[in-house]
Nanobody, 126 residues
């Protein structure tokens, strides 16, 4: 399984970005996908999760209303739209492939994801 993120950049507070993630070597249309983020010295924080068909999404409280996760199963791609960015959103963002069709109740824990990308850096300046 290969997972690869792109779209990270440096933006000013209030700006927007769209991250993309492509995955191969798995039944993409039968697997939930998630986004995490991590700052130096801290663990990975679950940001969002999306079920296999996009029918259900989950978000961390810190990003609800500002970030949107979506997917295109025809392109084996999952997206994370980041709006109203804040300096606290600065982090390395990771995409991850799950282990089944549905995000679990504890989707925000790393052990629920089987494959990870290398990350893409998002930097938000004030």
């Amino acid at each position: 399984v290969q997972v690869a993120e792109s779209g990270g950049d440096s933006v000013e507070a209030g700006g927007s970005l769209r991250l993309s993630c492509t995955a191969s070597g798995l039944r993409f249309d039968d697997t939930y996908m998630g986004w995490f983020r991590q700052i130096p010295g801290a663990g990975r924080e679950g940001v969002a999760c999306i079920n296999y068909n996009g029918g259900k999404t989950y978000y961390a409280d810190s990003v609800t209303g500002r970030f949107t996760i979506s997917r295109d199963n025809n392109k084996n791609t999952v997206y994370l739209q980041l709006n109203s960015l804040k300096p606290d959103d600065t982090a390395m963002y990771y995409c991850a492939a799950g282990r089944s069709p549905y995000c679990s109740g504890v989707w925000y824990t790393t052990r629920n994801f089987a494959s990870w990308g290398q990350g893409t850096q998002v930097t938000v300046s004030s």
